[in-house]
């Protein structure tokens, strides 16, 4: 937690409640112990969505279809949504989900390395990117990523701030999250500083970016 609980659990109350899927499987995530967003982070999503209105998703970290389903309600009835899983365990959960939403006409599983299957995919096609997958690989994914997004298209990326962590010595971090750590703070300095893209630091949730590619002058 980054910002204050109680203004967090206060903003959290004033919520909508979701349709019957999401929140079965928000119930069964919580209980098998699967991360999914969090509720204020459900909230940035729907509003960009709105305002966006995107025709084609990306979205890198499928899990059990949680936040894929959420964003299928959020756009138009010709809008489409493709999402990679790499996690085998996750993906007939996700399936499952998905089809139990109706929303197998909407979002397209791929199962598979995100690294490995996104260069086969025709460049420019996404004005909409959510990257919720394995934090560490995030600035690995991201060259990928950008040849992917149309120009004007946005990059949303979930848990950047890693806890607060982020703002510690790599010394004080545990052994095992110094790799994350290392290339967190790489990934956050290249998206502020990178020439394709205007990029602002939210410190909603557990700190997200949002990016925009600008078109080449």
């Known amino acids: 937690m980054i910002t204050n609980e109680r203004i967090v659990s206060y903003i959290s ?11 079965d499987i928000e119930a069964q995530a919580h209980k098998d112990g699967v991360p999914i967003i969090r509720k204020e982070m459900e909230s940035f999503l729907r509003v960009m969505l709105s305002i966006k209105k995107p025709e084609k998703i990306l979205e890198l970290g ?28 996750r993906i007939p959960i996700a399936k499952e989900n998905i089809i139990k939403a ?6 397209e599983l791929l199962e598979g390395d995100a690294q490995k299957i996104m260069p086969s995919m025709e460049k420019n096609q996404f004005d909409f990117v959510f990257m919720d997958a394995a934090k560490a ?15 004007g298209a946005v990059l949303i990326t979930d848990n950047v701030l890693q806890e607060g962590d982020l703002i510690e010595s790599k010394y004080v971090v ?3 999250d110094r790799t994350i750590h290392k290339r ?9 500083n990178h020439p394709q893209l205007e990029t602002s630091i939210v410190p909603i949730g557990d700190g997200i970016t949002v990016s925009v590619k600008l078109a080449k002058e």
Not at 13 to 23: C, G, M, P, V
């Open 184 to 192: 967190m703070r790489e990934f956050l300095q290249t998206v502020k």
């Open 102 to 107: 109706g929303k197998s006409d909407v979002i």
């Open 137 to 151: 690989q995030y600035i690995y994914f991201l060259p990928e990523v950008l040849r992917l997004m149309k120009d």
């Open 174 to 176: 545990k052994r095992r």
């Open 13 to 23: 109350s004033l919520e909508r409640t979701n349709h019957k899927i999401l929140a």
């Open 62 to 89: 499928t899990a059990t279809g949680y936040s894929a389903i959420l964003m299928s309600e959020c756009i138009d009835k010709k809008a489409k949504i493709i999402t990679i899983e790499n996690y085998e365990k």
